[in-house]
């Protein structure tokens, strides 16, 4: 399988999956707590040093990006992205394992 059908593969898996957490209130609270638990490895700051790192122009004072990523806007902003971008991670990951648990047989990417 190339790289390209294993990645619609995952989305598949996971988009199946999604579309039994509304009626499963199990496997919702176990997501919401691997996101929570994630939440504490992923710091803010690490999202903001890469921003003002990929945004800044080089030669070009920088303060500005600086004290836009100490707002309150973009501080809670960010907050919503990690939760958006831990959410997808937890649920593709417990996608890809219930997947396992049907189907032992690995896929895999030539």
């Known amino acids: 399988m190339n790289e390209y059908n294993y990645q619609r593969m995952v989305e ?11 009626a499963d209130p199990d496997e919702r609270e176990l997501l919401a707590d691997r996101v929570e638990n994630r939440r504490k490895d992923l710091r803010i700051s690490a999202l903001k040093n890469l921003i003002i790192k990929h945004c800044s122009t080089p030669g070009l004072d920088n ?13 809670e902003y960010l907050q919503s992205v990690k939760t958006e971008i831990l959410t997808r991670i937890a649920k593709a990951e417990r996608a890809m394992e219930l ?12």
């Open 99 to 110: 997947d396992a648990a049907r189907d032992p047989e690995p896929h895999e990417i030539h």
């Open 12 to 22: 598949e898996i996971t988009e199946e999956y999604e579309r039994t957490l509304p």
């Open 63 to 75: 303060r500005y990006l600086m004290a836009l990523m100490e707002t309150p806007d973009v501080e």
